[in-house]
């Protein structure tokens, strides 16, 4: 894996500066406290026990079809800004990054960015990140924190908290998707459901 650090205001500047932000999305984003084996050296000695925010954006550029941003050790995160990007901001002294919205306010602080390019001819909406099973989730992810996210060769099923109910997301393997929330009382009836359906096969 090829990353590409933000070392300096140019680098920052010549990143944001190749992508039309308006013609691009989000496709998928989520939180970890892991350390992966492509976080270099050089990044890790920057310390901290924060979050990383991965991000894939589908990006209008001439160089490949999707870009993966990684902000790591996460600090004043708000959620909402990277759905409408920017990378206008400051490097500081130490590779820290800050970045602003339009009206000067910062959103994001962090102590390293590294990205790459690449094409997906076929992004699936789920799944790029992560694999099967609980994912964490902390106060930095707001109301869009991820919980379990489950997925076989055909079939992603994500499921969030937000507030008192549960979003869940599925995703077939050609792409098209569903989305249904999930009431107290119904989770309530669901999670007898499901234990009922689970003793069942157990003793029988």
């Given at each position: 894996?090829?990353?590409?650090?933000?070392?300096?205001?140019?680098?920052?500047?010549?990143?944001?500066?190749?992508?039309c932000?308006?013609?691009?999305?989000?496709?998928?984003?989520?939180?970890?406290?892991?350390?992966p084996?492509?976080?270099?050296?050089?990044i890790?000695?920057?310390?901290?026990?924060?979050?990383?925010?991965?991000?894939?954006?589908?990006?209008?550029?001439?160089?490949?079809?999707?870009?993966?941003?990684?902000?790591?050790?996460?600090?004043?995160?708000?959620h909402?800004?990277?759905?409408?990007?920017t990378?206008?901001?400051?490097?500081?002294?130490?590779?820290?990054?800050?970045?602003?919205?339009?009206?000067?306010?910062?959103?994001?602080?962090?102590?390293?960015?590294?990205?790459?390019f690449?094409?997906?001819?076929?992004?699936?909406?789920?799944?790029?990140?992560?694999?099967?099973?609980?994912?964490?989730?902390?106060?930095?992810?707001?109301?869009?924190a991820?919980n379990?996210?489950?997925?076989?060769?055909?079939?992603?099923?994500?499921?969030?908290?937000?507030?008192?109910?549960?979003?869940?997301?599925?995703s077939?393997?050609?792409?098209?998707?569903?989305?249904?929330?999930?009431?107290?009382?119904?989770?309530?009836?669901?999670?007898?459901?499901?234990?009922?359906?689970?003793?069942?096969?157990?003793?029988?």
């Amino acid at each position: 894996m090829n990353y590409t650090q933000i070392d300096k205001q140019s680098d920052l500047d010549s990143l944001d500066a190749d992508i039309c932000w308006d013609d691009s999305t989000l496709v998928e984003s989520y939180v970890s406290q892991q350390w992966p084996s492509y976080f270099s050296n050089a990044i890790a000695s920057s310390g901290g026990l924060g979050f990383h925010y991965h991000c894939l954006y589908e990006v209008c550029s001439e160089e490949k079809s999707h870009l993966e941003i990684v902000f790591i050790n996460v600090e004043d995160l708000n959620h909402r800004e990277l759905v409408d990007m920017t990378l206008s901001g400051r490097v500081l002294y130490n590779s820290e990054v800050v970045l602003v919205n339009a009206s000067g306010t910062s959103f994001l602080k962090c102590a390293k960015i590294i990205y790459r390019f690449i094409d997906l001819e076929h992004h699936e909406q789920f799944g790029y990140f992560i694999e099967s099973g609980v994912v964490g989730t902390n106060e930095l992810a707001s109301d869009e924190a991820l919980n379990l996210y489950v997925s076989d060769s055909n079939t992603h099923l994500l499921l969030s908290t937000i507030d008192r109910e549960v979003e869940v997301l599925m995703s077939d393997g050609s792409g098209h998707s569903q989305q249904i929330k999930l009431n107290e009382t119904q989770i309530e009836e669901l999670a007898k459901f499901i234990t009922q359906t689970r003793l069942r096969n157990i003793t029988s």
